[in-house]
């Protein structure tokens, strides 16, 4: 079946402006995960979303980010005045739900960003 | 101090060499446990989960010891096709939601011929 897409893959924008990353879960996950990955570094968390809710939020790293899911499938990830420092790789994943422990996260290709 | 530290190598062995990679993590809390495998330009993927008695998967086993909070995986018989980042993943370990993983920085791994 279809894994998590995430469009566009790439993204570049001005210093300043306005972005949405989009992102498809797999088809009847209700978990949804948003990370964040620089160069030569691990995905770092922002985000995650048990069906339309932001279950756990503590990873944004400032009032300029900001997702929804508005309908428990599809989720958005919008980041405003886009400094340089947010370029990096947004990694997308989906789970079948949250509560456990040994949820395998699969995590689409990612949309590059980058700020110039 | 990072919640997960890896060493990020990169290691650089031959085809059929035997390759350990070792991950601590600081939250005595942490419960569940991953090594994540990551290829160049490509999002990361399950290689397998880490248990407390320690699990094998084929050519690899994964070691969990909770007391020293430290993970490992070992690679066998290392094929051109290993070579990858490995990432140390730990689930729940801000305590405070089991959505949340926390990677670690990936080893890097080369196997030459």
């Known amino acids: 079946g279809a894994g998590v897409s995430q469009t566009p893959s790439n993204k570049v924008t001005e210093k300043g402006k306005y972005v949405e990353l989009r992102c498809d879960p797999i088809?009847?996950?209700?978990?949804l995960y948003w990370y964040r990955q620089s160069l030569g570094q691990g995905p770092e968390f922002l985000i995650y979303f048990q069906g339309t809710g932001a279950a756990d939020d503590s990873g944004l790293p400032n009032d300029r980010f900001f997702a929804v899911r508005p309908e428990g499938s599809v989720s958005t990830l919008k980041i405003q005045r886009t400094e340089r420092g947010d370029s990096a790789m947004y990694l997308c994943a989906s789970s079948a739900r949250a509560g456990a422990l040994y949820n395998e996260q699969f995590f689409g290709p990612g949309t590059r960003l980058t700020v110039l | 101090r990072k919640e997960v530290e890896q060493d990020p190598g990169p290691f650089n062995v031959p085809e059929g060499a035997t390759v350990a990679f070792n991950c601590t993590y600081s939250?005595?809390?942490?419960?569940?446990f991953f090594w994540y495998r990551q290829d160049c330009r490509k999002e990361p993927k399950l290689l397998m989960s880490v248990y407390s008695s320690g699990n094998e998967d084929g050519r690899f086993t994964a070691q969990l010891n909770r007391a020293s909070q430290y993970i490992s995986l070992l690679i066998r018989d290392s094929k051109l096709s290993d070579s990858a980042t490995y990432l140390c993943v730990v689930n729940n370990a801000g305590g405070t939601s089991y959505g949340k993983l926390t990677f670690g920085q990936g080893t890097i791994l080369t196997v030459h011929p």
């Open positions: 088809s009847g996950h209700t978990a």
């Open positions: 939250n005595s809390a942490s419960q569940s």
